[in-house]
């Protein structure tokens, strides 16, 4: 039996390696040929075509849309996110070995019925969880692409401010007419300020791309390279306009359903020629610009504002209680679709222009996996040998806001506790983060960037309360005899 995989993940690839990593582990204990392709930050390590082409069946472990779907249509696809697969590799194997022998065995009984049999796999999933899966990996392909021109924005911005510190924090706003002003006189901005100017210059044009780009790749996981274009533009009004995070992910999705639409219109033949390179991109690009226009960015920039405001009007009771919410998500499913809904509250207030909550997000993300391998290496009679051995690497990479790398802690027959010592550490960890006001013009990187934050004295403090109070729970909970500690059947 051969099996092709596709690992991607839209917050980073040490995620998609671990995927990666635990199913050719996996494949290998259980005996079965698998040749797994990441797609990612830092590209695609593709499988050769004459491989896919003699295999029997193909795993999608992703939080995104897969680029180069069409190489694998004629296998039977079986489709889970990255979490499942780093959490449950033989069990997703297993799934695939039983939808390619339900093939072959369907191919054998009526070789005529192909079409029918290859679909045969796909309807074993409900249409709901379908289709939920499928506007996820929408909004996270768009974020995915929008992640490093926010990085880009927010380093080079905190360092020319450490040169010139009468420069601007805030580079994000819910006006962001000011961010364009500030770009149509960069040329006064570099004669006053030289080198630092310039940099600033780079990370303005950096945000300014930043909806832009989350719209265009939102639209083109939708309905591929044709909505580009109109979802480039579209976001690039929508930032204008101020229309913020939640302007730039509908306009996106409305670029890529119109250009869906299009595409099922029936054009009289002397015009089929032009329809994709003339009519499909302008009926689409002015549709979705005017619907980011008058539709979408009027009531985003109002929506916008008043969750600035009323952020900025809270206490610092109010304050912690919501880092403490968003920590607990973050820890709740280590990695899974709650955590990424927090990771996206997060990104939603930073391009809305407040850094508090990405902050206490990712001081709250890389609580569980340094809690836990510390643990394992200040308790280690309570820890497994795999647990003691991966422990600092699992710690290391943790530290760059790799929650993932806390579930081999949840393996060995504690699940409940360590997940409970996991959220109770991450959820003190955001509230401290929050109470402090420590602030964060990164959309991830853990303490490898923690330099450029706003009080990085403060977040430091708030990841060590909370991953040592993971640390004492996460002992507290397990038993200190090794017999006791059993393979989890979760």
């Not at 995989?5 to 995620?15: D, K, Q, W």
């Not at 960069?186 to 006053?192: C, G, I, P, V």
């Not at 409305?254 to 639409?261: F, K």
């Not at 820890?383 to 003691?388: L, S």
Request: proline residues 6%; aromatic residues 6%.
């Amino acid at each position: 039996m051969k099996i092709v995989a596709v690992t991607s993940c839209p917050t980073g690839i040490a995620h998609t390696y671990m995927a990666a990593e635990a199913l050719e582990s996996a494949a290998a204990e259980m005996g079965v040929e698998i040749f797994v392709e990441t797609q990612g930050s830092a590209g695609i390590s593709a499988i050769d075509d004459n491989t896919i082409a003699t295999a029997d069946a193909a795993i999608f472990a992703a939080d995104i849309g897969v680029r180069g779907r069409d190489r694998f249509e004629h296998l039977p696809i079986y489709e889970i996110g990255v979490k499942v697969a780093i959490n449950q590799p033989a069990g997703v194997i297993s799934e695939a070995i039983e939808r390619a022998k339900a093939r072959q065995i369907s191919i054998s009984a009526n070789a005529s019925d192909n079409d029918k049999t290859e679909s045969q796999p796909e309807e074993r999933t409900s249409k709901k969880s379908k289709s939920l899966t499928t506007v996820r990996q929408w909004l996270m392909t768009g974020m995915s692409y929008a992640i490093p021109a926010i990085a880009v924005g927010g380093s080079l911005t905190t360092v020319a401010r450490w040169f010139t510190p009468s420069l601007s924090p805030v580079v994000v706003r819910a006006d962001s007419k000011v961010n364009f002003q500030l770009l149509l006189n960069s040329q006064e901005l570099l004669r006053n300020h030289h080198f630092p100017g310039a940099l600033y210059l780079i990370g303005l044009l950096a945000m300014a791309l930043a909806i832009p780009i989350l719209s265009g790749f939102t639209a083109f996981a939708i309905a591929d390279r044709p909505a580009l274009i109109p979802g480039l533009i579209g976001g690039l009004s929508a930032s204008y306009l101020g229309g913020g995070y939640l302007g730039g992910i509908c306009v996106g999705v409305i670029a890529g359903l119109v250009v869906r639409y299009i595409g099922k219109i029936k054009f009289p033949e002397a015009l089929r020629s032009v329809v994709p390179t003339t009519i499909t991109p302008v009926l689409s690009t002015v549709i979705t610009t005017l619907a980011s226009t008058y539709l979408i960015s009027p009531p985003s920039r109002a929506i916008n504002h008043h969750l600035i405001m009323a952020l900025n009007g809270l206490n610092t009771t109010e304050l912690g209680l919501i880092g403490a919410i968003i920590g607990a998500m973050m820890a709740a499913d280590l990695g899974g679709p709650i955590n990424k809904i927090a990771y996206s509250i997060g990104i939603l207030f930073l391009l809305s222009g407040n850094y508090l909550l990405m902050a206490a997000v990712i001081a709250s993300g890389v609580v569980p996996p340094i809690g836990l391998s510390l643990a394992a290496i200040v308790a280690p009679g309570r820890f497994t040998v795999d647990e003691r051995k991966n422990a600092p690497l699992s710690a290391i990479i943790g530290a760059s806001l790799v929650s993932e790398r806390a579930i081999p802690f949840t393996k060995s027959g504690y699940r409940r506790e360590m997940v409970i010592a996991s959220i109770v550490g991450a959820a003190i960890s955001g509230a401290t983060s929050m109470a402090l006001k420590v602030t964060s013009p990164m959309p991830h990187g853990g303490f490898f960037v923690f330099y450029l934050f706003g009080h990085p004295g403060y977040f430091a403090l708030a990841v060590a309360v909370g991953s040592t109070i993971t640390l004492l729970l996460a002992v507290l909970l397990r038993s200190p005899h090794q017999k006791n500690i059993e393979p989890s059947q979760s």
